[in-house]
């Protein structure tokens, strides 16, 4: 994705196999891929979210852009898909979770802070890191269910990275790894 539009390339050739065009500029997110869609947000000026079908060629705005989501959408942090499910949260810390394959909105809510940093999942549970240090924990799913809610009481823009059944985030002073309790 960039300023105006998302292709799709031939890996061999380069040669573009499709373009969907949108408003919005320096893209942030990455896109995620899953269910023959690619789930990307269009930047700022006009944020959506948008999925796309992936199987067309050509100009396919019109065609196959399966659902989009306008409001609520984020700005910085990526989308997350965990089976289903696709979450998201806003920059202004608006948490979301989609059906990814049609886009209906399961649930939203408002969590405290703002937001650079992407979801992340591990252990049937999403975690959602304000640019505060302050982490809502919510258990993975279709239904709203608010695990806990932990503040590192220092500044983040920095996204969780998962490995070896730890959790390592770095703040502006400090390098953190959190392990869970057996």
Known sequence: PGAGGVS???PKTGKEIWIVRYDGYSVIPRPVFGHGMLFLSTGYDTPQLLAVRVDGTGDVTDSHVAWRMTRNAPHSPSALLVG???YVVSDRG???????K?????WQERLPGAYSASPIHSNGRIYFLSEEGQTTIVKAGAAFEQIARNDLKERTLASFAAADGSLFIRTEKHLYRIDNKK
């Open 8 to 10: 799709a390339y031939e």
């Open 84 to 86: 289903d499910e696709l």
């Open 94 to 100: 608006i948490a979301s979770c989609l059906d990814a």
């Open 102 to 106: 049609t886009g209906k909105v399961h």
